[in-house]
């Protein structure tokens, strides 16, 4: 496997760093350092605001001379309604709403630029929209605006006196002030509660000729859109932040140093090899601490299984203790142990899976009750959880929102964190990926049915999956930029759960073995660089010998369904032998299955057969073979392969019973299988293999469903 | 009319035996609309889970298979599943109009000592329908206004003083039970009042609606520890052997097709729970009504000396 692929020594280093016992926050970063911040930050807990000053080291990786720099003001998407992002959300996201009251918005001010000699770059800054401003503009847009007015304030385009030579370096310094909003979209406070996530000018990623399919080098950094995430280079932070001494703090990295001075406290953290940095504080939470101790806490079995899907040894696999601040939300404490609980799993699974999480420390964040929308959100080394006090009782507690949550988040430190796609346009890497291996470790660590209500009621992950895939109308490729889908809602099925069926079908396809190993390929020869589909795509087809084209051009680039059907199935007597057969002792004369013989006549020479014939359909775009199976009423089974490229099929078989049933894909082996309800055919219900409890069901169905109604209907009785 | 004279809750129990016969047609009307509002649902069932491997699945909640086939039914069967809830809407809209009916064959008949028969109940719904109306657009608006105004109030008030506190401080948690708690009580006063209201024709028939709320008040006056008493007695009792039989249901696998006929007897039975707790709760209400009925009409005067036929001689006419 690992001949395969294309860069050795890259892969090389990445393995030596991973099983390196030494911490990657200490002077051998992995990636090529683009980016270098160095930070200080002093937060007002009152007024939510952050007074910064930035060093950046920018190192041109390219063989252009760069002559303009480009900055993220991402908090400007919460400035006012007239922001993409607002424009595209609605104003609202994740059960949160912007700028219901005068402080909710949120802002960053850019208050000075300047090279390291002291040159003054504010002046010829100006604010740009890359995507273009697709609504109808305002006649209040920002006439006060200290830079130019546009509509969108969340790209900055800093033309430079001189450009900075291929592979390069310019030094700049840039103060700052941010004014955090209402919690909204992964970033802001709620009273005490401050989540500060994309808070300060952050450099975009300059592209140089043929990286991820580019013709020529330039600048991608897109607007600030709803529908989606980030994109940054690998690089060094360097941060200290003030805090009022109360505040109980977590940030990216690793804690370097502690000061109190009076009532403020200041922090350093150090992180490397991390294209993000973003930190908490609150006076409420209660702190937890606790290592991740391999091999004591990885799950039992899970690195055998490991081993074995990837043809390696158990000690190849070996995992990384890891220092973890779980930081939690009073109100959610009873959910400490479940988060200590996910966590080990998670970092156990993506460590066998993929390769050991490389990083010394974790922070787990516990936003609180009134702060959704600072949940379910992952930055580098830093993610936070989602613990709705309502999903730790019943009904919900068994529901399993906690652990899915934290090791989705977690997963994102691969993918995402390590693995570095461009979230603005290509989402299904990082989203996608990381929702099939969440599937993964969820049915591996609880079961087929991870989420359960009362009563036994519960769905499994591909149920999740599948819901997704169907419940849109099919408009809207996987692949697309994430603002160009036709809804939020088709942005979200195809960045998440219809990647996981995807994956699905193809680990199916493929062979868990073989689909694992290229996997860990793709993660490991990717790890802290920026892959596109083609290279997704180029590791599986190297690592499985396979033609994977069918699946990147119908499923990740197209439309295409699968959908087999059973047309029609239905089984009569078989017509019984009847004129002149040349048999072994001469000509026989048959009628009516018997052979006409004056002596024999009363004895018939043949046994009742029936003929039964099946007509199986693929009613979607994608061709893709499929079992078939048909059940006999003396339960025998007979399958068989429905090549991909027919468009229907008909079965006949002549056998001594009749036919009970017929079904295309009865084991569920192809996930991206449109619908269900027609896959199958019964004929006839009885005992045995053939026993189908198809008409009680709807008996039983029919009687629920008017007793609900029932239910409710008395239920109007309170109101006369 | 002639009645029993109990105490207010045997009277509740007496009547769910005296008053079986109501406690059937209620039962009977709530399925029967049931199964009509559930109607459209069945060709969808039948082309879904019968004579498909989805049934089987389902039927036996296959780990895996069962919850793609029901979201498969949900999304696939849309329009059956629709008109299934518009017709629901339909049938909620009857069986209120059947509620305030029968409201009136209730009280006619109710209590009755030596039992009832169809025709009175009939009768009873007839002479009180248009006086039960007029009782339950009065029991809406002033429902609507009180408890309303009550929600809405509590609401905004702890939107403002509350917005800063913490999740999970006692302080909003106390708080929004004791809206919900003087809420429910909100509700048991008015249909106390509307319930007493239309008892008001039990022996007057020519009373009108706005003088039977009256009647209703000044009824409970006095009385009200024990009308509430009453009510939330048939409320919790209710609730408790509701949702038992909720439960058992739900849980109740039921795949054989003796366990599915077993558990639509249940179904039935469940659904006969709510009949059979509000009659009871009409018997303990017309008991207590009854009663201040009796309180209210004094006893025929006994005569002090014979009586005489007034004649011109008694009031000449000069």
């Known amino acids: 496997m690992k001949s395969l692929l294309p860069s050795l020594p890259r892969l090389a280093l990445v393995v030596a760093a991973a099983l390196d016992s030494a911490p990657l926050s200490a002077a051998t970063p992995v990636s090529p350092p683009v980016a270098e911040y160095t930070i200080e930050a002093s937060l007002d807990g009152k007024t939510h605001t952050v007074d910064g000053q930035e060093r950046l080291v920018w190192r041109n990786p390219s063989g252009d001379p760069v002559s303009e720099l480009r900055f993220h003001l991402y908090l400007n998407a919460f400035k006012n309604n007239h922001s993409i992002f607002a424009r595209e959300s609605g104003g609202q996201l994740r059960g949160d709403k912007a700028g219901t009251k005068p402080d909710d918005w949120g802002w960053i001010d850019v208050l000075s630029i300047k090279t390291a000699s002291g040159e003054d770059l504010k002046p010829g800054a100006r604010l740009i929209v890359p995507d273009g401003y697709p609504f109808p503009r305002s006649e209040t847009r920002n006439p006060k605006s200290e830079i130019n007015p546009v509509e969108d304030e969340t790209v900055l385009s800093v033309p430079l006196p001189s450009p900075v030579p291929p592979h390069g370096e310019i030094e700049l310094s840039i103060a700052f002030r941010s004014k955090l909003p209402k919690v909204f979209a992964r970033t802001g406070y709620v009273r005490d509660f401050h989540l500060v996530g994309q808070w300060f000018p952050k450099i975009g990623v300059y592209e140089r000729a043929g990286m991820r399919g580019r013709a020529q080098g330039g600048w991608n950094c897109h607007s600030f859109h709803a529908n989606s995430e980030f994109y940054a280079d690998y690089g060094r932070y360097d941060v200290t932040f003030t805090v009022p001494a109360n505040y109980v703090v977590g940030a990216t990295g690793k804690r370097v140093s502690e000061t109190k001075k009076g009532d403020r406290t200041t922090y350093r953290y150090l992180a490397d090899d991390v294209h993000d940095f973003a930190w908490t504080a609150d006076p409420t939470f209660l702190v937890h601490e606790f290592r991740f101790n391999p091999p004591a806490d990885i799950p039992r079995g899970w690195a055998t299984l490991a081993a074995s899907e990837l043809s390696m040894s158990e000690g190849e696999l070996a995992l990384k203790p890891v220092e973890v601040r779980l930081l939690l939300s009073p109100e959610h404490a009873s959910a400490r142990d479940r988060y200590v609980q996910s966590t080990k799993e998670a970092i156990s699974f993506y460590g066998l899976w993929f390769g050991a999480y490389p990083y010394p420390t974790l922070t787990v964040v516990d936003p609180p009750d009134d702060g959704p929308g600072a949940g379910g959100m992952e930055y580098p080394t830093f993610i936070t959880g989602f613990s709705g006090s309502e999903f730790l009782r019943w009904p919900f507690r068994r529901f399993r929102v906690v652990e899915d949550v934290l090791i989705h988040e977690f997963g994102h430190q691969y993918w995402y964190g390590m693995v570095g796609s461009n979230e603005f346009e290509e989402s299904w890497l990082d989203e996608g990926i990381n929702t099939d291996s969440e599937f993964r470790v969820m049915q591996l660590a609880y079961g087929p049915r991870p989420a359960l209500f009362p009563g036994g009621i519960g769905f499994d992950m591909e149920t999740y999956g599948h819901a997704g895939y169907v419940s849109l109308p099919n408009l809207d490729p996987i692949r697309k930029r994430a603002w160009e889908y036709f809804s939020g809602n088709s942005y979200g099925s195809n960045s998440y759960p219809k990647v996981g069926l995807f994956l699905a079908q193809l680990r199916n396809d493929l062979g868990a073995g073989v689909y694992a190993q290229a996997q860990r390929a793709y993660f490991q020869e990717w790890s802290f660089r920026h892959p596109t589909t083609s290279d997704f795509f180029d590791v599986f087809q190297q690592v499985s010998g396979r033609d994977l084209s069918t699946y990147r051009w119908n499923i990740v680039e197209g439309t295409s369904r699968l959908d087999w059907s059973v047309v029609s199935a239905k089984t009569d007597k078989a017509e019984r032998n009847a004129g002149v057969f040349e048999g072994p002792g001469g000509r026989e004369t048959w009628q009516k299955g018997r052979v006409v013989r004056p002596k024999e006549a009363k004895e018939p020479d043949e046994k009742q057969a029936y003929d039964s014939v099946v007509v199986f359909g693929n009613r979607g775009e994608w061709a893709h073979s499929a079992k078939a199976r048909l059940v006999f009423t003396d339960g025998t089974v007979v399958d068989r392969v429905l090549p991909a490229e027919a468009r229907w099929v008909r079965l006949r078989i002549r056998y001594k019973s009749k036919l009970a049933w017929a079904a295309v894909d009865p084991d569920r082996e192809n996930p991206w299988e449109w619908s269900r309800l027609n896959d199958s055919h019964v004929l006839k219900s009885g005992d045995g293999a053939a026993d189908t409890a198809s008409r009680r069901a709807v008996a039983k169905y029919f009687s629920k469903a008017a007793y609900w109604i029932g239910l409710f209907l008395q239920s109007v009785w309170a109101l006369a | ?177 004791t809206v919900i708690l003087v809420a429910l009580l909100l509700y048991a006063i008015l249909s106390l009042l509307h319930d007493f209201a239309r008892a008001a024709r039990r022996f007057d028939n020519s009373v009108g609606a706005l003088r039977s709320w009256g009647r209703a008040r000044r009824a409970l006056s006095g009385r009200w520890t024990r009308a509430l008493g009453l009510f939330f007695f048939w409320l919790v009792l209710g609730g408790v052997v509701l949702a038992a039989g909720f439960s058992l249901e739900w849980m109740s696998p039921a795949v054989s097709a003796v366990a599915v006929f077993l558990q639509i007897l249940l179904q039935i039975a469940i659904l006969a729970i709510r009949p059979v707790i509000r009659v009871a709760a009409w018997g303990s209400y017309l008991a207590l009504y009854d009663r201040t009925e009796a309180e209210r009409i004094p006893p025929p005067v006994e005569p002090t000396e014979p009586l005489r036929a007034d004649t011109l001689e008694d009031h000449p006419l000069l």
């Open chain 2, 1 to 177: 009319m002639t009645v029993e004279r109990r105490g207010s809750l045997s009277s509740g129990f007496a009547a769910i035996g005296g008053g079986l016969g109501i406690v059937l047609l209620l039962t009977a009307t709530t399925v029967v609309l049931s199964i009509l509002a559930a109607a459209p649902l069945g060709p969808a069932l039948g082309d879904a889970f019968g004579r498909t491997l989805a049934g089987d699945h389902v039927i036996r909640n296959h780990p895996l298979f069962a919850p793609t086939d029901v979201y498969d039914f949900l999304h696939e069967k849309s329009d059956a599943v629709g008109g299934a809830a518009a017709a629901t809407r339909w049938a909620a809209l009857l069986i209120l109009l059947q509620q305030i009916l029968f409201a009136g064959g209730i009280v006619a008949v109710l209590g009755k000592a030596g039992g009832f028969t169809a025709g009175e109940f009939a009768w009873g719904v007839r002479r009180n329908a248009w006086h039960n109306f007029k009782c339950f657009a009065i029991f809406l608006l002033l429902g609507g206004g009180v408890i309303g105004t009550w929600v809405w109030g509590t609401h905004a008030f702890a939107k403002r003083v509350f917005e800063s506190s913490p999740p999970g401080s006692r302080g909003p948690l106390a708080f929004r039970i």
